[in-house]
């Protein structure tokens, strides 16, 4: 199929559209976009109306392949997405239980490059949205690029216009540097692409997020539209927040960093409001930021604030150019705090140094207690990258195109905080199973909801198989037991594995895995596992390969 190469000659208004409207109409378009992949033609209400869908041709994709030592690397996950959107029902190999009624929606960077320009860092890329929709055992994939501002500007102006995670917009003189450095400060230049995570609020609205507070962009699970922008009713100002708040259907906790007066102010949001209330704040113990705050847990009666050695920078912001930790700072010498907060009353109810860390993503926090049920310490497991701060630069584009394999993916662990409630000034961390298990790659991981917050026996993530570059199994890892059960498809690399709880299940791990996967050849596939066995239960080959995704969740059919 032609594509329009995303360049000053292309057209993204709306006349080539409608032209590619009519002319990709129909099953035709199916055939013409998937070469000869086995999807099925039936009339399936969704699947009969996505076949009608517009397939607007992207940007043309940087190179898709990368030379190797030994073989050509054909993956796709780290390329641009080939079209804006689509949409069908796919060929299922093996059964998908028939309880797994509901839609799973995946969020990511999938397009990372502006004509000839490519995007140096994976974090860079417009947000890819793609849903994988269950129903009797039937599956219907689409995906679709989210409307964001930043997004939009880009297509119209050919260029970058929004500041990313690492790409700064060239300014054309003197005087407009002046007036970005203005749009930063107030935070007009930031971008809004909110391609990090897609949540589903209580109240039934889904919510595209990113590290900038403007990035909250609501869109319908069904068709992946996007809708508008998620306004916050409330004052509390800035610009960034936590890109993982906790969410569930009773509330939204998130994290909001002060970087002015170093602290972070915790917040709580009730389903069907679009204001935050304020449940306290912590103060900063060290160094001149506040550490970034990707992600954090809470326990049954707190939320958990982490302070990590790596910090937010402000002269970072300002630069034009990537430094290697981009808009942070490694500052051992500050030191790495875990705070304590309690949701009813917002008092700080432990403050405690801990060995330094660096980690995206914790993975659950609970209560330990006594005999006499009072709560003694609080755990706190999250994917810990053995306090080394270069698996950021690992992400950057170039690096995960060029596997040869070397064994280059630093190596992480299942961190484990230990934190005392009982005024100790100290707490531990450590490994919570032997890393060796899962390969010493550790990241992009999910629990079974029901145990958020609660004291929890399993856990999926990605680990690795080496030589690799970047996490490339899935794992379930059993953090009574202090196993791991791996699942590797030599050469893929798979997404974040996301658990979905059998209706009525007793055990926390009866249910199902969904992941999907970039195979070697360039293809791509939705995998489910079994909760349980870790074995594989049904996949469906995608018409072609996706780009990576990072964070999801699960909308169930109502
Ligand atoms: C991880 C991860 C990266 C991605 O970040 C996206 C942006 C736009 C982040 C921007 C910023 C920071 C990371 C630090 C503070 C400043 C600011 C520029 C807002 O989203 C992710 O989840
Ligand atoms: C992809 C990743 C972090 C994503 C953040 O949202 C980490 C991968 C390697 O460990
Ligand atoms: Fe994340």
Redesign the pocket.
């Known amino acids: 199929m032609a594509s329009l190469a995303f360049s000053a000659t292309s057209t993204w208004g709306s006349p080539t559209y409608m032209t590619l409207l009519e002319k990709f109409d129909g099953p035709k378009n199916d055939r013409s976009v998937f070469g000869k992949v086995n999807c099925k033609k039936r009339d399936l209400t969704i699947a009969n109306v996505a076949s009608k869908l517009p397939v607007v041709a992207p940007p043309a994709p940087p190179p898709t392949t990368t030379k190797t030592v030994e073989n050509e690397c054909k993956l796709r996950a780290w390329t641009s997405i080939q079209q804006e959107r689509w949409e069908g029902e796919l060929e299922v190999e093996g059964e998908i239980p028939l309880w797994l009624n509901g839609t799973y929606l995946r969020n990511g960077p999938g397009l990372w490059h502006l004509g000839e320009y490519n995007f140096r860092h994976?974090?860079d890329g417009y947000a890819t949205l793609v849903r994988l929709h269950f129903e009797n055992g039937r599956l219907i994939m689409g995906h679709r690029q989210l409307e964001s501002e930043a997004y939009k500007a880009a297509k119209k102006n050919n260029k970058l216009c929004y500041r990313e995670f690492s790409e700064v917009p060239k300014p054309d003189n003197f005087l407009s540097y002046i007036g970005d450095m203005a749009k930063l400060f107030s935070g007009a230049s930031l971008t809004d692409n909110a391609n990090?995570?897609v949540v589903k609020l209580g109240d039934g609205r889904v919510v595209c997020l990113t590290e900038t507070i403007k990035g909250s962009i609501v869109v319908d699970p069904a068709t992946l539209e996007t809708i508008g922008k998620f306004e916050y009713d409330d004052n509390f100002g800035g610009l960034i927040h936590s890109?993982?708040p906790i969410v569930t259907d009773e509330e939204f906790i998130s994290l909001l960093p002060d970087l002015i007066n170093p602290g972070y102010t915790v917040v709580r949001m009730e389903p069907g409001t679009n204001e935050r209330k304020y449940i306290g704040r912590v103060d900063c113990r060290g160094g001149p930021a506040p550490g970034w705050v990707?992600?954090f847990p809470v326990t049954e009666h707190y939320v958990i604030v982490p302070e990590m050695p790596l910090r937010y920078c402000a002269q970072n912001l300002l630069r034009a150019e990537p430094t290697p930790l981009y808009k942070f700072e490694w500052h051992p010498k500050s030191k790495g705090f875990i705070h304590v907060v309690c949701k009813a009353s917002g008092k700080l109810v432990a403050s405690v140094e801990v060995p330094l860390f660096v980690t995206?993503?914790f993975i659950n926090a609970y209560e330990e207690t006594d005999e006499d049920g009072r709560i003694k310490a609080v755990i706190a497991d999250c994917?810990e990258?053995n306090a080394d701060t270069t698996?950021l630069e690992?992400?950057r584009l170039q690096h995960l195109r060029s596997f040869n394999g070397e064994d280059v993916?630093?190596d992480?662990r299942v961190g484990r905080f230990i934190i005392p409630l009982d005024g100790s000034r100290y707490g531990k961390l450590e490994a919570a199973l032997n890393p060796d298990e899962h390969g010493k790659?550790?990241?992009?991981c999910s629990i079974n909801p029901a145990y958020l917050g609660k004291k929890y026996r399993y856990a999926y993530a990605?680990g690795a198989q080496r030589p690799c570059n970047?996490?490339n199994t899935l794992t379930k890892i059993d953090l009574f037991e202090k196993k791991a059960k791996n699942w590797h498809d030599e050469g893929s690399v798979p997404s974040?594995p996301l658990f979905v709880a059998r209706p009525g299940a007793t055990r926390e791990d009866d249910g199902a895995v969904i992941s999907m996967i970039s195979d070697k050849n360039g293809d791509g596939y939705a995998l489910v596992l079994d909760g349980t066995t870790f074995e594989e239960i049904a996949r469906a080959k995608f018409p072609y390969g996706l780009p990576?995704g990072?964070?999801g969740c699960w909308v169930p059919k109502k």
Do not use: N, Q, R, V
Request: include cysteine; hydrophobic fraction near 40%; glycine fraction near 6%.
């Open positions: 994976l974090f990090t995570g890109a993982h990707h992600s995206f993503h994917c990258h698996i690992k992400l993916l630093p992480a790659g550790m990241d992009m990605c970047f996490p974040e990576y990072l964070h």
